[in-house]
């Protein structure tokens, strides 16, 4: 079996985000970038699944963006993925979930993965939307919020999460494209001897010029930081208006009733 994940890199969750002159993303200089967290599981459990079928299976990991992308394959290299791909991106990056998919479908259309998997979103846009449309670009069967996975001949049987505590079982015919929730399973760390073998697993760099650049679908007019702001209002009057100034400014104000 065929397994590909994609990954990719966001900034940390403790790194410092400047909001860039443009105001239309952040001073990426300043920012320490790291393998975004649900698709962190997603690699973990094309990996399990890998294991529990055999030396037959591969794991091939796919990540666009700059150079500095590479950190993140090699790392998933270092686990046990067998290779990687990496869609050189530049100079804009991506933050529209349709182009992003159009990009990946092109890339990895001659691949003919029998399973994708990808993180439910990614930490930094959280659009939730790439897995599915690189899915449906594929003509493969696809599922969202999967919490397990069963492999079965010519299928996949996943568990998926809906609202309320309440869970959903699917049986998916292959080719299937899958994005998978945080806390499936628990991530690996590298060994000493993967980090030593991932030096010598190869990444096929894909420059994105090659490709024919999909019509951009939306893309952020301004990102800024919210601002807070405090008043006091001394509520006067008789018990009934104060009472009901006091209502008034939970319901509407502050919305807390």
């Given at each position: 079996?065929?397994?590909?994940?994609?990954?990719?890199?966001?900034?940390?969750?403790?790194?410092?985000?400047?909001?860039?002159p443009?105001?239309?993303?952040i001073?990426?200089?300043?920012?320490?970038?790291?393998?975004?967290?649900?698709?962190n599981?997603?690699?973990?459990?094309?990996?399990?699944?890998?294991?529990?079928l055999?030396?037959?299976s591969?794991?091939?990991?796919?990540?666009?963006?700059?150079?500095?992308?590479?950190?993140?394959?090699r790392?998933?290299?270092?686990?046990?993925a067998?290779?990687?791909?990496?869609i050189?991106?530049?100079?804009?990056?991506k933050?529209d979930?349709?182009?992003?998919?159009?990009?990946?479908?092109?890339?990895?259309?001659?691949?003919?993965?029998?399973?994708i998997?990808?993180?439910l979103?990614s930490?930094?846009v959280?659009s939730?939307?790439?897995?599915?449309i690189?899915?449906?670009?594929?003509?493969?069967?696809?599922?969202?919020?999967?919490?397990?996975?069963?492999?079965?001949e010519?299928?996949?049987?996943?568990k998926?999460?809906?609202?309320s505590?309440?869970?959903?079982?699917v049986?998916?015919?292959?080719?299937a494209?899958i994005?998978?929730?945080?806390?499936i399973?628990?991530p690996?760390?590298?060994?000493?001897k993967?980090?030593?073998?991932?030096?010598?697993?190869?990444?096929?760099?894909?420059?994105?010029?090659?490709?024919?650049?999909?019509?951009?679908q939306?893309?952020?007019?301004n990102?800024?930081?919210?601002?807070?702001?405090?008043?006091?209002?001394?509520i006067?009057?008789?018990?009934g208006?104060?009472?009901?100034r006091?209502?008034?400014?939970?319901?509407?104000?502050?919305?807390?009733?």
């Open positions: 079996m065929k397994l590909g994940v994609l990954v990719k890199q966001v900034p940390g969750s403790e790194s410092a985000l400047r909001i860039a443009s105001n239309t993303w001073e990426e200089a300043a920012a320490l970038f790291e393998m975004n967290e649900s698709d599981y997603a690699l973990e459990e094309a990996l399990q699944i890998k294991e529990s055999g030396n037959d591969e794991v091939v990991v796919v990540s666009m963006g700059p150079e500095r992308v590479q950190k993140v394959i790392e998933a290299l270092s686990k046990g067998d290779r990687g791909i990496h050189n991106e530049i100079p804009e990056i933050s979930p349709f182009a992003t998919a159009q990009v990946f479908a092109d890339v990895v259309k001659n691949e003919n993965f029998d399973l998997f990808s993180g979103q930490d930094d959280g939730g939307q790439t897995g599915i690189l899915g449906e670009m594929l003509g493969m069967a696809t599922a969202t919020l999967v919490m397990a996975t069963e492999i079965q010519g299928s996949i049987k996943v998926r999460e809906l609202e505590g309440w869970f959903q079982w049986s998916m015919p292959t080719p494209s994005t998978i929730q945080s806390g399973n628990q690996r760390y590298p060994s000493l993967g980090i030593m073998g991932a030096k010598k697993k190869e990444i096929k760099v894909v420059d994105q010029t090659t490709i024919t650049a999909p019509e951009k939306q893309s952020f007019a990102i800024y930081l919210p601002t807070a702001d405090k008043k006091t209002e001394m006067e009057g008789n018990v208006q104060m009472v009901s006091l209502v008034d400014v939970l319901k509407t104000e502050i919305k807390v009733l």
